[in-house]
């Protein structure tokens, strides 16, 4: 599911006051594992490795085109571990056709994404955080998580859960660094009973200048199983796009 990059992940504001000792921990760590146990996760399989193609275009917004500008295709590896995983962009491409500054910034680019392909469980993505329950209403229920670690950027991450269908309705989280005021809200389907996200809306600020992102997934059966194929992400700043991208996930190998 990512859960973006969680702009694409990322978790939202509570109702409520915080109870402040060990059982609230525990409890916290339950309401995860239930979330986990709701969410489709396409390692949960049995799948040991995938490899996939990635075909990457972008909005060619100076131009005022509307037209696409292909970007050269990655291919992408997951491996299996001990741990959430390894995920790996490898860009198909003449190198002779881009300089090495270019090269890396499009792979560091697109290394966003590789969440959105094979998620990280939130007991996996969350293990280094504190987590406190916050006072039920409306049938949604608060979830407050801190880092361990002061040094990290962000302070912290907020969700809301519908505990009727276990699901994160919405996220909000704070860094000490831009993006700021971040938030994000999911629709959801389900795939083969368990729910996957089927669109995102993110809001966060860079300065003085708010934005909007806007990101729809649609998924395919590989096999045994379900993968996001395609992603269309929209960002605009004040009702007008500054960046769109469009990724396709094709030659999808997988390995049990």
Known sequence: MQLLRLLALTLFCLIGTFQNHALA?????????????????????????LKARIQWEQLDVASGSGKFLRNPDFIFQWMKNSGAGIRNFKILADKSKYSAKRRFELKNQIENYGEMIIPFTLKQKFSSFRSRLGEKARGRLGLLLKPESSDQSVVSYHLLINEADMKIETIRFRQRSAPYKVSARFNYEKLDGKWIIS?????????????????????????????????????KQENTIFQSHRFKISDVRATY
């Open 25 to 49: 921990e525990s409890k916290a760590d339950e309401v995860l594992d239930k979330l986990d146990q709701g969410y489709y996760f396409p390692q949960e399989s049995g799948l040991t490795k």
């Open 199 to 235: 669109e995102s809306n993110s809001r966060f600020s860079m300065g003085e200048l708010d934005y909007d992102e806007k990101t729809t997934y649609r998924y395919k059966k590989f096999g045994d199983i379900w993968l996001v194929h395609r992603i269309d992400q929209i960002l």
